[in-house]
Every structure is written in structure tokens, then in C-alpha cells.
């Protein structure tokens, strides 16, 4: 069976055997306790009170072993994810900047390409309207056309030279410092270093071509722009094209071998077409190229042969001096440019049809196992589309389009000027992304550390205490929250309920005795406010609250999402009068949160739970929020006061929010407040939400916390890197994703996802282990079996994702051998 690490594996469950209740005992937990007596109580039966004691000193040896074995677990599952393509050593590899990229650059490349694409679009609108406006002898005759081509080649020409020159010293430090060049490394640099040496000697031979043409009038049968027009079209887009193909295969796992197997490198990692031998792989990507240039030769002997006569390719010479033009290409002139053409078209389609193999094949693997390879690929989605994309629509435009006339010869010949505008940024941002450079020796352990996450709430404390021992210099790691799997699955349910609880004629599957019995609260009671239609259900005991916040779910509602404009708040932080230094919050979430006194009724309701239920102990008084879109929102600006207004030297708090498709609540001074003050905030984000993907505004608008990105086909990354959460947007964002069926749907496949190849390490102990602390899986999800016939779509998504989990756990169970032979609360 292949082994599988992952960076956010940190979660290294124990020994399934041990962690199960024992027969007649039920098990019960402190949240976020540290130690073993802490962890787990046990409460006997009346008929098993003769062997209480035998059973509780079982039990505690069974734990005890069990949380060393886990301890072991966590620390080798971190060691091991050191090996991912993506969890490099700094201190001894040659690292790219795809793999450190901060947010500030790839923001700044996103802007840069964003420009030259909209400059091109410019340049291709003017030059298509100027096919219809001028006539044919002006093209000839002319030389605005050849002008403009120099200006934009002298342009593209300087900045792929500083592209390449910037490249070349960043290459020539990497290789004098002595650390290691893995394969993958290395052949991405050399591609990506090659793209812009194409460009650069297409641009001279497209510089070259219009300075001859200026020189005077009907040159266009000389030699020189003949055979210029050949490096363009033949060496220069069909080099260019024909590497795209290639980079596009390289996206892909490599096949397995004939026993079914999976290839490995010698590095261990899963191995990519990017590893295998280019001319075993990529053979007919050059013979396709070769092809290419054959027609392209074959044209340029043509029109040369004809050139050297009177009768050239589309029109005399003496045509042209005598002004007595008659723009129609003869047929072998029209039939090679064309298929020269459609043959490059080809190669791009080609890379298409290569990119969405491989989202198909890195579907079905572990993104934790393969995020290197996921990250290469949605890079090239993102930038090279725009490139790929703008040549077609050029080819329509420019040459198909009036396809008899001067304008689509003079235009196509002398090159595509918005085509070299684009593929020039986009040369120069793949050069920069992928070229080797200096980064924190410690990068790799920093990450790995951060990203770890746990399964349970019962092991969550000692998770982040091995975690933390792993860097206890630094200050940084020490205050970072850990993300827990179980707490999320238990707001969730919180967040769902609150839709429907005490709704008149609501027919929800969800309570409030299995909301209530997740944490053993004792209380609870709902809030309302009528203007704004504002909801929020309390839940307490002596040790905990849970506040869950309704969402949007009233023209009232939708009336407050809409009023975007920004409100102070809090004002006590407001430091001096510069308005970017003013915490501001969407004026609509504020007037929800506290029209009519709402927040100062929750905010008493908590002052009165710390005061009066907290018991004296080294323990913080815990208060969980949640909430769904709006309701996400709410429990954002909730958890800022009650930790400026709530919490006490006398009365510690301790903070947790986990928001499900929460859209932006404040602006960036807001965000920076926040994270001081409520650190443990989790922003789930379910693949391509609707809300929760947009409302950035500008940039005036900021999300506070740490996201955890989850989707249907059962990944999940917790903390994702800027570069990383940015890549897995799609740019195609969806309603759907944003239905609280669609996050429970979700977080099914990611717990289903363990029992297969996209596991984390060790992700089915931890599955089970989370299913045994669950009251009833079905129950927690609200799937009861009726649902499986509804006509609802996502509530079907919900009952077939449960009855794939429920088969993993049934058969997991038996393989693994629980304790006692008994299966998980909520298996079958």
C-alpha cells in the first residue's frame, strides 16, 4: 500500500483499538484539556458498579498508551511531510518562488498581467475596427501599421531582455551556492527560462520585419520580410505553442506502471509527467512542431519564388507602385497561411485538452500528496489562459475575419502586436515565478507547523503542545491556533439549526437535544430582533457557550447585506484621523448586530454565564461562535466585544469562531484589531462560495482569522498560503457552494476522502476516532434516511456523501478491530 504524508496531517491519530468506550461505560470529555485525566471521564452503569475500579484503571492505561503512541505519531507524520514537492528544505535545496511567493508579489503580478491584458484588448479593438474604416491601399501604402509593430517589439523586447538578465543572475547564484537541484526544479526553470528566450528572438525577427517595411514603399516581396515573417510564425509562436503543450503534459501524474502501481521518484514523492524523460513523453509534440515549421516553409518559398517575378502571393509589384491594388490571395497562399494558422491553434488546444486531463486525474489523489503538482497546474490555468485564449480570438479577428483583403495580409505577416503585449507579460511573470530564490532557512518546519490541524477536540490540546515544542523560540508559533475537525463538524450542525429552530411550520431533521448533548449544555434560549430580523440561539453549562448566529433568511436580511458603505466601529481604537487607520465594518452586519440592543442582550447573557457558571480553575471560561453567511458575520463583530467587554483578569475567556461562508466583515485596520483579539477564528470556505470568494471591494475590505478551504471532492486545506488560496480560485463563483448542504456535503467527502487515496496521513484512525466522539453521525449531519428520496439536489449530495462515509466506517471497523468488536456511534 503506497504511504502517504501530508504537511496538514499533523492529526496522527493513535491506536484505534484503545480510544473507543469501553462496554457499558459512556465517555466524556473536556474540550481543549491537556492531560490524560483530563481528556476522558468515565461514569459506570448501576450494574457495573462492583468493577468501576478495575474498568477506570483499564481505561486510563489503555488512554495513556494511546496518547504516547500519538504523541510519536504527530512528530513523525511532520518529519515525513517534510518530503512533499511543496515542503522544501531551504537550507539545502534550491527553492523557486512559486513556493515562497508572499502575497504582496503575486498580487503585483496578478495586477501586471491584468494591465497588459486590457492594453491588448485595446490594441486588438482598434486595429479590428481599422479593417472596416480604412481601405485597402492605406495598408499598403501607409506606414502607421509597421510604426506602431516597432514601438510595441522595442517595448517587448526591453522588458523580456531585463526578465531574462534578472533570471540569468538569479540561475547563476543558485548554481555557485552549492545546494541541491532536485529534478523538478530544475526542468522548470529551464522551461520557464526558455519561454522568454523564444519570445526575445521572435520579437527581433518582428522588429526586424516592420523597420524593412518603413524603410520605403512595396517592400513587401523582399526576402527579408519574407523570412522574417518565417521566425515569427514558424520558430518563434510555434516554439512558443509547442513548450505550452509541453509545460501542459507535465501537469500530469505520471501512468502507473503495468501491475497498476504508481511511480515514485527518487525522492519519494508520486511522480509527474514533469519527472519522466522529455523525449519519450513529449516526441510527438516535436514531430507536431516539425510539421509546423514544413508548412510555414513551405508558404515562405512560395511567396518567395513568386516575389521575385512580377505575380507575388496576393498582389504584383506593379500593383502596388501603380496604386491599382486587387487584395486577393491566390489559393496556395490562402491554403498554407491558414493551415499554418489552425496548426498552431492546434498546439494550443492541444495544452487545453492536457490541462483538463490532469484536473481530472489530481482529483482523484491526495492535494496534500500532490500540491506541488496542484499548484503548477492552476499557475499555468491562471496565467497562461489569458495568452492562449487572446491568439485565438486574434486569429479571428485579425486574419479570418475579411479574410481576402491587405489589412488581414499586412496585419498577419508583420505580426499580431496585441498578441506580442500579452505574451510578453505573461513570458516575463512565468520567468519570475519560477526562478530560483533565497528563502527563510526555516520556512519548511514553519509550515508544516501551522498548517497542522486536529482530528478531535479530546487530543487537540497535546497536538498543539507537540507542535509547539518543535519551535519553542519562536513567539509566533507559540500564540497560533490549531484548527479542530470535531468543533467545526459540531458548529456546523449549531449554524443549521439556527435556520429552522422555532420557525413556524420549519420541518427541519435537526434539534436542539442533539445540539445540546454535543457539549452536555444544560440552557439555552433564543434571541430576536424584529427590525433588522436578527436571530442568535445561546447554549451554556458550567464550562462552555456556544452563541450561533442565523443567516441571511429575510428580505430584511438581504436588505442588510446590501448596505456595503463602512461604520467606525470599534471607535476605541480609532488611532488619529487618517481613515486607513479607522476600524470599519460593513454598515449592514453593524446595524444588525446592534439595532434594538441586541448585542448588549448576548453580551449580558455572557457577562452573567462567566460570572455566576464559571468554576475557579486554571481553565478560561470557553466560548464558542459560529454562524452561516450573514450570521458568519455577526459572530465576528460579536467576538470583538465580547473580548474587549467581557473578558477579565478575574474571568478568563477563551475565544473560538467558526464562521461557514462569512463573507468580509470589516476593512484591513478592522482585521489587524480582530487577529489580536480573537486569534482562534477559522473562515471555512467551500470550493468557489459565492459570498465568502468576493466582497474584497477594492481591496477595501479584508477577512480576518485563518481560512480552512474545503470542496466536494474531498480536500482540505487548513491556513492555506496567500499563492495557494488565491490559485484555487477558479474565478467562477457559484451560489450553490455557498448552501449550508453544500459545506455538509463537503465535509462528508473530506472524512470519506480518508479511506481512500486522498488520505491524510493517518486520516482514517483520526475519522474514526472523530466518529466515535460524535453522538450519531446521521444525526450530526442531518441526513435522516427520508432525505434520500427528496427532490432537493444538495440534499441528496448530503445522503449519498453519508451513506459512502458510513460504508468506509463499517468496513474500516472491522479491518482495524475497535475495542470490543463494536462499531462507532452513528456506523451502521
Known sequence: MEARVSPNGADSSGSSGVDGPLPNSTRQYEPGAAGIEDHVQFSTSASDTGNSGEKRRSAEEQHRRSFEENAADVQGSIAAAKLQALIFNPRNDVVMRLECMSEKELKNILVIIKLGVFAGIILLCALFVLKFKRNERWFVDHGNIPLLNVVVGAICLATLSGSITHSSWNIRKAIHSDKRWTRRRKYSTVLFFTLPCIQIFSTLAYIVGNSYVLRGNCRWFSGVVIWCGFAQWAIGWGGTFALLAVLGHNSNPAPPLPDGSTIQTEYGLDAMVLDMPVLQYHWPKFAYLAAHITVQLGLCIYLQKNGAGDQAGIFSRHECETGNLNCVMDTVTLTLASVSIVSLVGMLCWWAISIRLAVHNFKRWSYIGHRAGNLNLRFQVRFLSYSVAFFIIC???????????????????????????????????????????????????????????????????????????????????????????????????????????????????????????????????????????????????????????????????????????????????????????????????????????????????????????????????????????????????????????????????????????????????????????????????????????????????????????????????????????????????????????SYRAAFLAVLAAQFDGRAFHDGMKGVIKLARSLPDVGSVFGSPPHVAKSRNARDRAVSDALGVLESHLTDAVGAVGLAGGAPPPGGP
Open 395 to 741: 486569429c479571428i479577428l485579425l486574419w479570418f475575419v475579411k479574410l481576402q483583403s491587405c489589412a488581414s495580409f499586412v496585419e498577419t505577416w508583420l505580426g499580431f502586436s496585441p498578441l506580442f503585449i500579452v505574451m510578453t507579460v505573461t513570458c516575463v511573470s512565468m520567468a519570475f515565478i519560477y526562478q530560483p530564490k533565497q528563502a527563510d532557512p526555516d520556512m519548511a518546519l514553519y509550515y508544516v507547523m501551522k498548517q497542522a490541524f486536529s482530528w478531535t477536540e479530546a487530543f487537540k490540546e497535546q497536538k498543539l503542545q507537540l507542535r509547539n515544542a518543535m519551535k519553542p523560540d519562536s513567539e509566533h508559533l507559540q500564540r497560533a491556533p490549531m484548527f479542530c475537525v470535531e468543533t467545526a463538524i459540531k458548529l456546523l450542525y449549531f449554524s443549521a439549526l439556527c435556520y429552522g429552530y422555532q420557525e413556524e411550520g420549519a420541518t427541519s431533521p435537526l434539534n436542539i437535544e442533539v445540539a445540546l448533548a454535543m457539549y452536555d449544555l444544560k440552557q439555552h434560549e433564543l434571541l430576536r430582533e424584529v427590525r433588522e430580523d436578527s436571530k442568535v440561539l445561546l447554549a451554556w453549562n458550567h464550562r462552555m457557550m456556544v452563541i450561533a448566529f442565523r443567516g441571511t433568511a429575510s428580505i430584511k436580511n438581504v436588505a442588510a447585506d446590501l448596505q456595503m458603505w463602512l461604520h467606525v466601529h470599534p471607535r476605541e481604537h480609532r488611532k488619529g484621523r487618517r481613515w486607513w487607520r479607522v476600524p470599519m465594518v460593513h454598515a449592514g452586519f453593524h446595524r444588525s448586530w446592534t439595532i434594538s440592543g441586541l448585542s448588549e442582550k448576548v453580551l449580558d447573557h455572557v457577562r452573567k454565564c462567566v460570572d455566576s457558571c464559571a468554576t475557579p480553575s486554571d481553565k478560561p471560561f470557553q466560548i464558542l461562535l459560529t454562524g452561516h453567511s450573514l450570521g458568519g458575520a455577526l459572530a465576528t463583530m460579536a467576538a470583538v466585544d465580547i473580548a474587549q467587554r467581557v473578558c477579565t483578569a478575574q474571568h478568563p475567556v477563551s475565544i473560538s469562531v467558526y464562521t461557514f461562508g462569512a463573507p468580509r466583515t470589516g476593512n484591513h485596520r478592522f482585521a489587524e484589531i480582530y487577529n489580536d483579539l480573537a486569534p482562534d477564528t477559522w473562515s471555512i470556505i467551500n470550493d468557489q462560495d459565492l459570498i465568502a470568494r468576493g466582497g474584497k471591494f477594492w481591496r477595501i475590505y479584508k477577512r480576518p482569522g485563518q481560512r480552512v478551504l474545503i470542496d466536494k471532492s474531498g480536500t482540505m486545506v487548513v491556513r492555506p498560503m496567500f499563492v495557494e488560496s488565491s490559485m484555487r480560485r477558479t474565478g467562477r463563483a457559484r451560489a450553490r457552494d455557498h448552501h449550508l448542504a
